[in-house]
């Protein structure tokens, strides 16, 4: 991935420090409110299981952004109603964020500051699995779309 230019990486990188962070909050979360075993193992595997599916699409991601001409175009469209709502996502996290940063501030539990980085992580790896879509998108559609006439 190091090899990859600036606008093509950012979005992976977002993604996978969202990812560990939210992993991070969600287990931390659970320790700093005194969960029973159960619930942080479950949450330890489940939020295991979400760092390694994104670890997979951003590796998937990057190979094909390695490569270069039609080889990198995606041998099938980016659905758009994907795309909705990974973005619809995102500015949920980011208001859930928002307030559970808001919350960390008001109160003195440790666990409210873990949620808090927790809901930021995900905000951040949705923001970043957006705008990889809307790039993947923007690439397919460049080829496979006939452009609008121009007026001549």
């Keep these: 991935m190091a090899r990859l230019a600036w606008r093509d990486r950012w979005p992976l990188l977002a993604m996978q420090l969202g990812a560990v962070a939210g992993a991070s909050g969600m287990v931390g ?13 479950f949450t330890t595997v489940l939020s295991g299981l979400f ?3 994104i670890w997979l699409v951003t ?13 990198r175009v995606p041998e ?5 109603l994907v795309l909705v709502g990974v973005t619809i996502t995102a500015i949920v996290m980011w208001l859930t964020a928002g307030y559970g940063i808001f919350v960390a501030f008001l ?6 500051d873990w949620h808090a980085l927790g809901y930021t992580g995900v905000a951040l790896c949705a923001t970043g699995s957006t705008a990889m879509l ?16 121009a007026d001549d």
Excluded: I, M
Aim: hydrophobic share 40%; net charge positive.
């Design 29 to 41: 979360g659970q320790v700093a409110q005194a969960a029973s075993t159960g619930q942080v193992a």
């Design 51 to 53: 760092v390694l599916a």
């Design 59 to 71: 590796k998937g991601n990057a190979e094909r952004l390695k490569r270069v001409g039609s080889a």
């Design 76 to 80: 099938r469209e980016p659905l758009k």
């Design 107 to 112: 109160t003195t539990r440790g666990a409210n």
């Design 134 to 149: 809307r790039q993947a998108r923007g690439e397919w559609a460049d080829v496979h779309l006939n452009p609008w006439p």
